[in-house]
C-alpha cells in the first residue's frame, strides 16, 4: 500500500540538536532547509541511473508491448482460421493465443501510466465487466461489425474480456459448434480492434515512432515529462507498488473476501491465476530489467546500497510467484475450497508490496541521483 | 549569536508516502501513521527570519495532506494524514471512483445510462487529473456541455432552466439501441498574438454546433463547455468557511482596484434551498456530496437518494425501470469521501532563483488578487485531515468577468455568461506527467500556460496586459513559476 514513513533528510549548516521522536532521522536547521540536496545514505556519491532508466524504458517496456503487439496478431491470426473452419482444434488454438497475449499485458500492468493511460488504450485493452446486454443487443442488430465500428462502441464492448467471453464463456467447456456466424464477425473485428490498439501503443512507446520510451529513459535531462532521474525511478517503484497492492488486495483478496465469484478476473477462460502470476512477473521484470534481454534493473541500484535488501526482495517476489502457482485451478473454486493456499498467496504479495514501500521506495527517494 | 529553541513540527515533510492509486486494501493491513515530530533546537541567525519557514511551508500545497510525488501517480495518492480507517475509507471510494457501469441487468455495476457523458468517473477524471478537448477524429471523452433554454430560470432552482428532451447536460452517448441526445462538432479558429519584445503566441477560439440531436434542439439553447477538472484538494476546499470566501468578495469592486469577487449562490438539494457555490467552473455546486451526486446522475445516469430521477425522465430514452436509486448511499458517501481526501502534490524547485523571481511576478502582475496563494481551512465534521490546514490553492472560490473571449454566455446560477471562478492552480505543473497533456481553462483551449494566460480577459485584463508587455526572461520566469506548483 502506500503507506510509507519516509523520511526526507535535511542538512543545515546550523544544526546543534536535533530530537526525533519514533523514527531516526537525519535533521537539520533551517538556513539550508529549502536547498534539499540529498546524499546517499550509504555511498555518499550520486548514482547515475540512466541505464537503469535507459534498460526499463527499452528492454522492460518497450520489449513487453513488442511482445504484446506479436502476440496479438498471433491471436488475429487464430482468430481467422476459427472463422475459416469452426472446429474444436482451432477454438482451442485461439484459446491458448488469447492466454498467450494474456500474459505480456498482466506483466505490462506493472508500468501502467504514460501513452497507455493518456491515449485510453488500457480501458479498450482491459475493461471490466463486459456489458453483456449491449453485446447481446449488438450481435441481434444488423449492424457492420469492423474494427472501426467495434472502436465507436464502449470500452465494455471490446478487448480481452470481450474476446475471452466470446472463445471461452466458461472455462474449457465451449464448443466450436455453439459459437455463432455473429459472434465469429464479432471477434474477427474486435480482434483486430485489439491489434490496432497493441499497436498503437508499441509505436507509442518505440524510438521510429511517438518515442515515449525516451521520455523516461533521458529522465532528468532531455525528458519534457520527469524533471529528474529520481522522478523517473519513482515512478518504476510507483508501478510495482500499485500492481501488488492490486494483486493482494484487490484481484486475489476481493472476490476471497466477498466469497463472490463474480468480481474474479478473467473468469471466462479460468486464467485468474496466470493472470496473477504475470502481474508479479512484471514487478520482477522492471526489478531486474529483464523481458526477454536481460539490462540492468533496480536492483543494481538496490544492490549497491543494501544487497542483504536486494536478495530478501528477489526471493519474496519469487515466492510470491510461486505462492500464487500453488493455488488450484480454478481460483473462482479456491476462493472457498483452498482458503488457506488463498490466503497465503495474498500474504507472499503483501509481503512484496511492504518491501516496495518501506524499502526500495524510500531509498529512491533517499537517493542522490545524477 | 541568537539561541533559540525551535520546536518544529512538520509532519508531511518527515513521512512521504509513495503512491496511490489501488484498488482495494483490506483494513488489517495499515497501521496508524507514524507522525513523526522533529524537534530541533539550534543556533541560527536565520531562524528568526520568516520567510526561511516560508520556503519550507510553500512546498506543502495541501499542508499536512501534501505528497511528495511528481509522477503520473501526483493526484491520485491518499492523504497521508489519514487515520487507519480514514484510508480504508478512501480506499473503498478509490475503487468505486473507478468502478465501469454497465447496462441493466448484470451482475455487476448495473444501471448505465440510458444516456449518459462516460462510464465511469475515471474515465472522465484519469488519474484523478484533468480532462481535455478531442483531438480531430477522438472521442469526446473528458469533456462535456451544458445547455440550457435563454433567458429562463427553472422554476425550482431559479438556476439553468432544462431545454426539453435534453435536460442541462447534453449527454452524447447511449446504451446500446437507444439514441444519444445529440454529438457535437468542434472547430478552431487560429489567432495570433505577438508579445511586446516581438514573440509570437497563437491562440485558438473553439466554436462549437451540435448535431445529430435525436429531436429537433430549440433555438434559444445556450452551451457551455466543460473539462474535468482535477479531483484532489477538494475536501480542504470545502473546509475552508464560508466566511473566509465571502471576505474576499468585492462584487462591486468598492476597493477600486479593478478585481470583483462574487459568490455564486446555488440550489443545494439537501438544504432545499441555497448555499454558497464553491465546485465547477462556475461554481454551480455548494457541496462535494451534491458534485458526486450530480455527477453520477447527469454524467453516467445513475441515480441516488439525493438525485432519484433518472436524469432520461420524461424523455423517451427512459426505462422506466423504477430501479432507483441505483447506487447504494454507503457508495455515494465512500465516493464523496474519496475525493474530499486525495492527495495534494508539493510544489517542486521552490529555492529556484528563477522560480521565486516568478512567483515575485505573479504578485506583482495582480494574478494573486483572484488566485489567492494562501488560505486556512476550518474544521470539517468527520474529516480531521483536511480541517485546520495551511493551504496553497491559489483561488478565491468566487467569481470573476473573464470577458468576452473566455464567455460561454450561459449563466449559472449568479454566474453571468462572462464569468467562472478562479480554479485553483495547486498541481498545474504536474498535468503533464499525470495526463500528459497541457491543455488548460474551461474548454481546453490554451495549448499551454502562457496561452491560459493571455486568454485572460474582463477583470484580468490588465493583469494579462502586464505578461504580455514583460521582457522574456520574466515572463519565462513566471512560467517557472506555475510549473513549480
Not at chain 1, 494474456?102 to 491515449?119: H, I, K, N, Y
Request: one cysteine or more; a negative charge.
Amino acid at each position: 500500500m502506500r503507506f510509507n514513513q519516509h523520511l526526507e533528510k535535511f542538512y543545515c549548516s546550523t544544526l546543534s540538536t536535533l530530537l526525533v521522536l519514533s523514527v531516526f532521522l537525519i535533521g537539520c536547521g533551517l538556513s539550508g532547509c529549502g536547498e534539499d540536496e540529498e546524499i546517499d545514505p550509504v555511498t555518499g556519491a550520486a548514482f547515475d541511473a540512466t541505464t537503469i532508466l535507459n534498460d526499463f524504458a527499452n528492454k522492460v517496456v518497450l520489449a513487453t508491448y513488442t511482445d504484446l503487439d506479436n502476440k496479438a496478431s498471433d491471436l488475429l491470426n487464430a482468430v481467422n482460421a476459427l472463422n475459416a473452419a469452426a472446429n474444436q482444434s482451432h477454438l482451442e488454438l485461439a484459446q491458448t493465443a488469447w492466454k498467450a497475449a494474456r500474459a505480456p499485458w498482466e506483466q505490462s500492468e506493472a508500468f501502467l501510466f504514460g501513452p497507455v493511460d493518456t491515449q485510453g488504450l488500457d480501458p479498450a485493452l482491459d475493461s471490466w465487466p463486459v456489458n453483456r446486454v449491449d453485446l447481446d443487443a449488438v450481435l441481434d442488430s444488423d449492424q457492420d461489425l469492423t474494427s472501426a465500428s467495434i472502436d465507436a462502441l464502449e470500452d465494455t464492448l471490446k478487448g480481452f474480456h470481450t474476446i475471452e467471453y466470446l472463445l471461452f464463456r466458461e472455462g474449457d467447456q465451449r464448443k466450436a459448434e455453439e459459437i455463432t456466424p455473429r459472434e465469429l464477425e464479432y471477434l474477427i473485428a474486435t480482434t483486430e480492434n485489439l491489434k490496432a490498439k497493441t499497436g498503437q501503443l508499441r509505436t507509442a512507446w518505440d524510438a521510429s515512432g511517438e518515442n515515449y520510451a525516451g521520455e523516461v529513459a533521458n529522465a532528468g535531462t532531455s525528458s519534457t515529462i520527469y524533471k529528474s532521474q529520481k522522478d523517473g525511478m519513482q515512478e518504476m517503484v510507483n508501478g510495482m507498488i500499485v500492481i501488488a497492492d492490486e494483486v493482494a488486495n484487490g484481484k486475489i483478496s476481493d472476490p476471497f473476501t466477498e466469497q463472490d465469484t463474480s468480481l474474479v478476473e478473467s473468469q471466462f477462460s479460468f486464467n485468474s491465476i496466470s493472470d496473477f502470476q504475470d502481474n508479479i512477473r512484471g514487478i520482477q521484470n522492471v526489478y531486474m530489467g529483464k523481458f526477454t534481454g536481460d539490462g540492468q534493473g533496480l536492483n543494481e541500484f538496490v544492490n549497491g546500497v543494501d544487497a542483504g535488501l536486494d536478495a530478501r526482495f528477489l526471493t519474496e517476489v519469487q515466492t510470491a510467484i510461486d505462492t500464487i502457482g500453488a493455488i488450484p485451478d480454478p481460483f473462482r473454486d479456491s476462493i472457498t475450497s483452498h482458503r488457506s493456499s488463498v490466503q497465503a498467496a495474498i500474504d507472499a504479495v503483501s509481503t512484496v508490496q511492504r518491501t516496495l514501500e518501506n524499502d526500495i521506495l524510500k531509498l529512491v527517494l533517499d537517493g542522490n541521483f545524477n | 549569536m541568537k539561541r533559540c529553541l525551535f520546536p518544529f513540527f512538520y509532519r508531511t515533510k518527515n513521512y512521504e508516502f509513495g503512491i496511490m492509486k489501488s484498488n482495494h486494501l483490506s483494513h488489517t493491513q495499515f497501521g496508524m501513521m507514524l507522525f513523526c515530530m522533529l524537534i530541533v533546537a539550534c543556533d541560527s541567525d536565520n531562524l528568526t527570519k520568516p520567510e526561511n519557514m516560508d520556503v519550507l511551508d510553500k512546498r506543502l500545497s495541501g499542508g499536512e495532506t501534501t505528497v511528495f510525488d511528481a509522477t503520473s501517480h501526483a493526484f491520485s495518492t491518499p492523504a497521508p494524514n489519514l487515520s487507519e480507517d480514514g484510508l480504508a475509507k478512501h480506499l473503498d471510494g478509490d475503487l468505486e471512483f473507478e468502478a465501469v457501469f454497465v447496462t441493466v441487468p448484470a451482475e455487476v455495476n448495473p444501471g448505465l445510462g440510458p444516456v449518459y457523458n462516460n462510464i465511469s468517473c475515471i474515465n472522465c477524471h484519469a488519474r484523478d487529473g484533468r480532462g481535455r478537448a478531442p483531438t480531430s477524429g477522438e472521442k469526446l471523452t473528458s469533456m462535456l456541455f451544458r445547455v440550457s433554454l435563454a433567458n429562463q430560470v427553472d422554476d425550482v432552482t431559479h438556476g439553468p432552466a432544462p431545454v426539453p428532451g435534453f435536460g442541462t447536460q447534453l449527454n452524447n452517448r447511449a446504451i446500446y439501441g437507444v439514441p444519444p441526445e445529440g454529438t457535437v462538432t468542434i472547430n478552431y479558429t487560429e489567432g495570433e498574438l505577438t508579445t511586446s519584445d516581438g514573440a509570437k503566441v497563437y491562440l485558438r477560439t473553439p466554436s462549437y454546433s451540435i448535431e445529430n440531436t435525436y429531436q429537433p434542439l430549440p433555438d434559444d439553447v445556450e452551451i457551455s463547455p466543460r473539462v474535468a477538472p482535477v479531483v484532489f484538494g477538494l475536501g480542504l476546499l470545502e473546509a475552508i468557511p464560508e466566511a473566509a470566501i465571502l471576505a474576499l468578495a468585492d462584487e462591486d469592486d468598492q476597493d477600486g482596484d479593478g478585481i470583483s469577487g462574487k459568490a455564486n449562490y446555488v440550489w443545494d438539494v439537501r438544504k432545499n434551498g441555497l448555499s454558497l457555490g464553491r465546485f465547477g467552473w462556475k461554481a454551480n455546486q455548494p457541496t462535494l456530496l451534491q458534485q458526486v451526486a450530480s455527477a453520477y446522475h447527469d454524467d453516467i445516469g445513475i441515480t441516488t437518494s439525493l438525485l432519484p430521477t433518472e436524469s432520461s425522465a420524461g424523455q423517451p430514452q427512459y426505462d422506466g425501470r423504477g430501479d432507483d436509486p441505483e447506487l447504494s448511499d454507503e457508495i455515494m458517501d465512500v465516493v464523496t469521501f474519496y475525493i474530499q481526501t486525495l492527495a495534494v502534490p508539493a510544489r517542486r524547485n521552490v529555492d529556484d532563483p528563477v522560480v521565486q523571481r516568478g512567483e515575485e511576478l505573479f504578485d506583482s502582475a495582480g494574478c494573486t488578487g483572484c488566485h489567492i496563494p494562501k488560505l486556512q481551512t476550518g474544521t470539517l465534521a468527520d474529516l480531521p485531515a483536511v480541517s485546520n490546514q495551511t493551504i496553497y490553492p491559489y483561488t478565491d472560490l468566487l467569481l470573476h468577468d473573464m470577458g468576452p473571449g473566455l464567455a460561454d454566455n450561459r449563466p449559472d446560477f449568479l454566474a453571468s455568461g462572462s464569468e467562472w471562478r478562479t480554479p485553483p492552480l495547486w498541481g498545474i505543473g504536474l498535468v503533464k506527467v499525470v495526463n500528459g497533456h497541457t491543455n488548460f481553462l474551461h474548454d481546453g483551449r490554451a495549448r499551454g500556460l502562457l496561452e491560459a494566460i493571455l486568454w485572460h480577459g474582463g477583470e484580468a485584463e490588465q493583469s494579462r496586459d502586464r505578461v504580455q508587455q514583460m521582457p522574456a526572461s520574466d515572463r519565462d520566469a513566471l512560467i517557472a513559476f506555475l510549473e513549480s506548483l
